[in-house]
């Protein structure tokens, strides 16, 4: 099975912090997202990534950065924390190859605090 | 630009019951579809993927159908029981952005 691991369940930051959330999967995969999941605005992506030190903008990257060092590693970095980023930070991955057979795998999620 | 509608976006049975959870997208140009699971405080847990050439996907007691054609998908629970209760999401892969596009779910309670 897919494993996809996100290094915290919960964070509590302090306004103006460097937060740093980090996701690992375990199958090689090329694809790796940062989404964020608030009450009534469903999933948001924030940041993807299709290989090792690429990235790519997704819909709301501001106030986001994101590293790619190695293949199976994907950090999202909140350069100075603010409560309007307070918010549950899901990591995913997936295969690149026939786009019609991509399936998403997700982590379990965090749910970040910003006071 | 596509769009994914997931109504109700909640429903209670009774446990027992066969139930149809319902995805409509705008767009007939996807690669595939998703449906996934979510517990409260918890990620999202794959269930099927259909790719856009096929029109059924099975797992157990769940059985998820797609018509292009009308922008529709249905997850099918069979005999459902207190721990289907969950979130269900539906995401399409659009093949005209290539983006992976979430509904916002379907809150499940199967009542004992």
């Known amino acids: 099975d897919v494993k996809v691991t996100q290094s915290s369940r919960y964070l509590v930051k302090r306004t103006g912090e460097k937060v740093f959330l980090e996701c690992v999967q375990d199958m090689d995969h090329e694809n790796m997202f940062w989404y964020r999941q608030d009450p009534g605005l469903g999933l948001r992506l924030i940041y993807f990534?299709?290989?090792?030190?690429?990235?790519e903008k997704g819909d709301i990257p501001e106030g986001y950065s994101v590293s790619r060092e190695k293949k199976e590693r994907f950090s999202l970095i909140l350069e100075s924390a603010s409560t309007n980023q307070t918010s549950m930070y899901l990591c995913?991955?997936?295969?690149?190859?026939?786009?019609?057979?991509?399936?998403?795998?997700f982590g379990s999620g965090t749910q970040l605090s910003v006071l | 630009k596509q769009e994914v509608t997931q109504i109700p976006a909640a429903l209670s049975v009774p446990e027992g019951e066969n139930l149809v959870l319902n995805c409509s997208f705008t767009?007939?140009?996807?690669?595939?579809l998703q449906w996934f699971r979510q517990d409260p405080g918890k990620g999202l847990t794959s269930l099927l993927l259909i790719q856009s050439s096929q029109r059924e996907q099975t797992s157990g007691r769940l059985n998820a159908s797609l018509d292009k054609s009308s922008g529709r998908s249905t997850l099918y629970i069979a005999a459902s029981q207190p721990g289907d209760s969950a979130t269900y999401l539906c995401a399409v892969k659009d093949s005209s952005a290539s983006k992976i596009i979430f509904g916002s779910g379907t809150r499940l309670s199967i009542r004992p």
């Open positions: 990534s299709y290989d090792v030190k690429m990235k």
């Open positions: 767009d007939s140009a996807i690669y595939n």
């Open positions: 995913a991955s997936s295969t690149r190859g026939q786009a019609t057979n991509e399936k998403l795998f």
